[in-house]
């Protein structure tokens, strides 16, 4: 998250965006039944994206955030200074 952070701080004009595609998952609660349907081959070593905290987090350091799902273990984490909303 420091990272994000950092980015959006040091990269981020009023009129852009940053767009971050990965594995991910919507909620904890996706995260946590994908960790047990795929026990066998989880990854314990990888960090997985929870789009929800993301953009809690991000929301609460003056960043709109959005994560958007495109499969059950994808999405984009959309970020924006706030009061710049764009869509894609």
């Known amino acids: 998250m420091s990272f994000?952070?950092?980015?959006?701080?040091n990269n981020l004009n009023d009129n852009g965006k940053i767009i971050i595609g990965d594995v991910g998952f919507c909620?904890?609660?996706d995260?946590?039944?994908a960790r047990k349907?795929?026990?066998k081959?989880?990854?314990k070593n990888e960090y997985?994206?929870?789009g929800s905290s993301m953009v809690?987090?991000?929301q609460k350091n003056n960043l709109n955030a959005e994560y958007i799902?495109?499969?059950?273990?994808?999405?984009l984490l959309i970020i924006s200074k706030k009061g710049k909303v764009f869509s894609l």
């Open 56 to 58: 809690e987090e991000l």
């Open 69 to 75: 799902k495109i499969s059950t273990c994808a999405g």
């Open 41 to 43: 081959d989880w990854d």
């Open 48 to 50: 997985y994206l929870c």
């Open 31 to 33: 995260l946590s039944y």
């Open 4 to 9: 994000i952070k950092k980015l959006s701080k």
């Open 27 to 29: 909620t904890s609660e």
């Open 37 to 39: 349907k795929y026990k």
